[in-house]
């Protein structure tokens, strides 16, 4: 099983920054992608950031220009940098990982989710 944890979430004011980090463990042979999604409340679950095949980056529209994914390859984490944080981004931010596992066995794993508040 591929396990993740997440951590770095609170409460930030309007304006201030934040960053969430995620780290997998497990049998990992390889990621296909890795990427942080959002839930606020009464909504549906958001794609926020994602990195695929290591290198290419994709952003949803409302945190271009703000947010930030990273990957550290030798320690298996992914990271979110946010800045500019705005109310509309307050959510449970969770993290998940695609990829292969010993044996060549295809995973998505999620991790549990970190509360990020933005309020004044």
């Known amino acids: 099983q591929v396990q993740l944890v997440e951590s770095g979430g609170g409460l930030v004011q309007p304006g201030g920054s934040l960053r969430l980090s995620c780290a997998a463990s497990g049998s990992i042979v390889r990621f296909d992608a890795m990427g942080w999604y959002r839930q606020a409340p009464g909504k549906q679950r958001e794609l926020v950031a994602v990195?695929?095949?290591?290198?290419?980056?994709n952003y949803a529209d409302a945190v271009k220009g703000r947010f930030t994914i990273s990957r550290d390859n030798a320690k298996n984490t992914v990271d979110l940098q946010m800045n500019n944080l705005s109310p509309e981004d307050t959510a449970v931010y969770y993290c998940c990982a695609k990829g292969r596992r010993r044996g060549w066995i295809s995973f998505e794993s999620w991790g549990q989710g970190t509360q990020v508040t933005v309020s004044s």
């Open positions: 990195i695929v095949d290591g290198t290419k980056t």
